[in-house]
């Protein structure tokens, strides 16, 4: 069984905000500036909601991955223990990654590229790669945690991270900001 984020649907609010976090950790913006620039990024994951039923769609982790498989180039590698590595420099943009995974967990994102000569100074024209969820490796280490962005955001706990021993992990519950002491004050005088 290979690491990989669940979600309960019948706690999921299709509230979009694990998107937000998802664009967020992957962007190094904060919360607020993704959510003011969610069109220009893509999610690795994403919230849906149909005519009866709201739900989180997430990578499952496939081991094999017929993503992994697929890739001409090694941008998506699948070791031996289903682990995996992106590698999103070497991505072609041919997007069959996008055509074969069961789940439709894999999009493609618009970036910018440098130009690889030292010659030139501008950047190249942006291009499209495939992204895919890699359960946010550079934002949890950063931050020392075993949960992803995408956990910490979602305010009903709908998602939780199955490990491959088969633990769950689950994001601590969100803690309330206190009011500014002038607010506060300012509601006492109304009383």
Not at 7 to 18: D, G, I, L, M, Y
Not at 19 to 46: N, S
Request: overall charge positive; glycine content about 6%; aromatic content about 4%.
């Amino acid at each position: 069984m290979q690491e990989h984020v669940q979600v309960e649907a019948s706690k999921c609010k299709a509230c979009h905000r694990c998107e937000i976090a998802c664009i967020a950790a992957h962007h190094g913006l904060d919360f607020k500036t993704a959510m003011k620039q969610k069109a220009q990024y893509t999610p690795r994951g994403w919230a849906f909601k149909g005519d009866n039923f709201k739900t989180s769609i997430r990578c499952h982790g496939c081991n094999p991955a017929p993503c992994c498989n697929i890739c001409p180039t090694g941008a998506l590698k699948q070791h031996a223990d289903g682990s995996f590595e992106i590698h999103s420099e070497l991505c072609a943009g041919c997007m069959m990654c996008m055509a074969v995974c069961p789940y439709g967990c894999v999009s493609a994102e618009t970036v910018a590229q440098t130009a690889i000569a030292s010659s030139q100074d501008a950047t190249q024209e942006p291009r499209r790669i495939a992204v895919r969820c890699d359960l946010c490796a550079e934002w949890r280490a950063e931050k020392g945690v075993e949960y992803t962005a995408c956990m910490e955001a979602c305010a009903t706990r709908a998602l939780t991270l199955l490990k491959t021993d088969g633990r769950i992990i689950e994001a601590p519950k969100p803690v309330k900001k206190e009011a500014p002491k002038a607010a506060v004050a300012e509601a006492e005088k109304k009383k």
